[in-house]
């Protein structure tokens, strides 16, 4: 695994998190006020989840072909590219009414955002020292999280005034931040570097597979089997705060701003934690504890009979996700190698948003069944089964694991990533940019 061999350039991974918060904030101010108008238009579950789908379904889709495009493709072009694209197509989505048109430029929006959280999840490990890299996490994790925070406070606000429009030409402004981004950064990755890495004889990539690594396997079935237990929740929940608790656009917003807002101290505190952790054993059991902490959460706010007490409950929630974040994405960056690392996170975030697909058509086909309350406290309560399912076989991966001795980074099976023969051609690379909250 490569990190930076000099100090780390926080210039650049502060110029990265910067995007990270303005690109987040308009998404998320997008995504509200696209479900806000969809449920005062009377649409359905279905409805809502389907538009959820086509954000969604690109990520997961296009994984195999984008994380490589990450690790051969020089970053600094896909990051231009794709931020012109995704600011024109999103401009497009402000003066759109049809519902078809309306699912087509939102699934193209998810194209660009394939591309670029593999290239942007893949870049942060390069700028920084081993050491530096949950401080890095976190820096990156916060700005995702105030960014997210503020979309869908300013969705809830900016709906009730001026509709859709003003807020989706926020969203395709935003995306210029990726674009200046891409031309400021030192640190790239991808193009000639890749190729001549990958073709130099002894100093040639190895191949990596994320089946040949039992420990980062089993962290990513059992995160994207949780996200399906409870990803239905990101549907449920307009109709439970609207409905069944009778709050306003607004309110809706600040519950939604909650959980990012959780997302914040649960970040930092667990990179400070996982800077201490020298075993990836230890990062694997906090990913499983953090998942735990979400699903809990998930069964209480069932019970609340205002959409008020939805906010501390969503505090917490989101610290417990902002951990799992920041434990993932250093057991990832710990266990690659260098010229795998976008494919990876290409890959992980792939299990995540397709376990957030699951979730989505789930919710939105029992709720044409059932009210949402009893829908949520289902979803928090098979969650913490799928969790507690999976404890055995962690259990035996960690101490497989241990038992190999590997030392972190090294390649090997064991602590370190499993790497077997060499791969053929050009090596192939990739985040939660960091894998999407669980919510």
């Not at 296009?62 to 990051?79: I, K, N, Y």
């Not at 001549?196 to 040639?204: Q, V």
């Not at 906010?311 to 917490?316: K, S, T």
């Amino acid at each position: 695994m490569s990190f930076t061999t000099g100090d780390s350039r926080w210039s650049d991974v502060w110029l990265t998190a910067s995007a990270r918060a303005t690109s987040m904030c308009g998404d998320f101010l997008a995504a509200t006020a696209l479900a806000l108008a969809l449920q005062a238009a009377g649409a359905s579950g279905l409805a809502v989840s389907g538009l959820l789908l086509a954000a969604t379904l690109p990520l997961v889709a296009l994984a195999p072909l984008t994380g490589r495009l990450a690790d051969r493709a020089d970053s600094r072009t896909l990051l231009v590219a794709a931020g012109l694209a995704q600011a024109t197509v999103c401009t497009l989505l402000a003066f759109v009414d049809h519902p078809a048109l309306t699912i087509g430029l939102v699934a193209l929006l998810a194209c660009g955002l394939a591309v670029t959280q593999p290239c942007l999840a893949a870049l942060l490990p390069t700028m920084v020292r081993p050491a530096d890299l949950p401080r890095a996490s976190a820096i990156n994790q916060t700005a995702s999280s105030l960014g997210a925070l503020a979309g869908p406070v300013l969705a809830g606000l900016l709906v009730g005034q001026f509709g859709t429009r003003v807020p989706l030409l926020i969203d395709a402004a935003s995306y210029l931040a990726l674009v200046a981004v891409g031309l400021l950064l030192r640190t790239r990755r991808g193009g000639r570097r890749a190729v001549a890495t990958a073709t130099s004889g002894p100093d040639r990539a190895p191949a990596w597979r994320l089946r040949r690594d039992p420990l980062l396997l089993a962290v990513v079935l059992s995160t994207a089997a949780v996200i399906t237990a409870v990803g239905g929740i990101n549907v449920i929940e307009v109709f439970f705060i609207r409905e069944t608790l009778g709050g306003s656009p607004t309110v809706y917003g600040l519950v939604g701003a909650a959980w990012m807002a959780g997302m914040l101290p649960g970040s930092w505190l667990c990179a400070r934690l996982a800077r201490r952790l020298s075993d990836d054993g230890a990062l694997v059991y906090g990913v499983l504890v953090t998942l735990g902490g979400i699903c809990l959460t998930v069964v209480f706010a069932a019970a609340v009979p205002t959409a008020a007490l939805l906010v501390p409950l969503w505090l917490v929630a989101g610290a417990a996700n902002g951990g799992e974040n920041v434990f993932a994405n250093v057991l990832t960056a710990r266990r690659v190698p260098e010229a795998s690392r976008g494919r990876a996170y290409a890959l992980y975030g792939a299990a995540v948003q397709g376990g957030s697909m699951g979730g989505y058509l789930i919710g939105g086909a029992l709720l044409a069944l059932l009210p949402p309350r009893p829908l949520i406290a289902a979803a928090g309560a098979v969650g913490l089964l799928v969790v507690v399912a999976f404890v055995p076989a962690i259990v035996r991966s960690v101490r497989r694991a241990r038992a190999t001795g590997a030392p972190a980074g090294s390649g090997a099976p064991g602590h370190g990533g499993p790497v077997e023969g060499r791969e053929e051609g050009p090596a192939a690379d990739a985040g939660l940019a960091t894998p999407a909250p669980a919510r």
